[in-house]
């Protein structure tokens, strides 16, 4: 477990994330439909709280769905990329730092890919479980530890980064943390490079016993030779079309959680 000084270093500073063009345009497509979930769950809400907002995305695209929305981030550097039209929608603090001088509570609060980073996670959801309003829903993403991906690369799993990821969750480890007074709905979804990396670990995994039965002078014979795992028309178009068969039986690669907060 890292030390609570290891993590302030790690967050408080430069740490960030890399965001391309691709990954913008997927995130602001799930937003809109975690947005409308949860506005199906809880029409009344009007206000929304974004922990860990990043880049101010999602805080963007709910203040462009009509809600109140705010967020916090404490690393300073992506702060200082927050979108300038939204910046002064995100706070540079982290979430105890926000309830000190915070007495708001909130229709919606959004944690995505924040959950795996905490030392204490059930003590994280019940702060804020008191930011939420009665029939307000919290929404989760995260890293599904029950996923395919998961399953199939082993200790080569792609969210498996310590000291940053700390837990990792699945659907029933998940429902072991949530207070009782809540209903859940729980979905999952997949990249089509998630199914690339899958059908290539399978892959290496058979080459790998393969090899270790050569000879050394076999094992020489092959080095230098070309990878076949360079498949672009099965990435590009194959690929996305097979996808949505991860998410079958809650195994897609990323695990999302509305919560609801029932009196």
Do not use: C
């Not at 940053?164 to 998940?174: E, V």
């Not at 670990?201 to 070309?226: C, F, H, M, W």
């Amino acid at each position: 477990m890292p030390s609570d000084s290891l993590l302030k270093k790690l967050y408080s500073g430069d740490y960030e994330f890399r965001v391309d063009s691709t990954s913008l345009r997927r995130f602001k497509e799930v937003a809109q439909k975690v947005i409308a979930r949860m506005k199906q769950l809880h029409p009344a809400g009007t206000t929304l709280f974004d922990v860990g907002a990043g880049y101010g995305t999602f805080v963007e695209v709910a203040t462009l769905n009509k809600l109140d929305a705010i967020g916090i981030e404490p690393s300073g550097s992506l702060h200082e990329a927050v979108n300038p039209k939204f910046k002064n929608r995100v706070l540079h603090t982290d979430l105890y730092g926000f309830i000190r001088s915070n007495k708001k509570k909130f229709d919606f609060i959004s944690l995505i890919h924040v959950i795996e980073h905490q030392k204490d996670p059930r003590k994280f959801l019940e702060v804020l479980f008191k930011l939420l309003k009665p029939e307000g829903v919290l929404y989760i993403e995260t890293p599904n530890s029950y996923s395919h991906l998961a399953i199939v690369e082993k200790e080569n799993y792609t969210f498996l980064t310590p000291p940053d990821h700390i837990h990792l969750f699945s659907k029933n480890s998940m429902a072991h943390i949530l207070p009782l007074y809540t209903e859940s709905v729980y979905k999952t979804y997949s990249y089509p490079e998630h199914l690339v990396g899958i059908l290539r670990a399978i892959k290496n995994a058979r080459y790998y016993k393969q090899d270790i039965r050569k000879s050394d002078t076999e094992k020489k014979l092959n080095r230098g030779v070309p990878s076949k795992n360079n498949l672009p028309f099965f990435d590009k178009h194959i690929a996305p079309l097979l996808t949505p068969l991860l998410n079958l039986g809650s195994r897609g690669s990323f695990l999302q959680v509305y919560i609801q907060k029932k009196n």
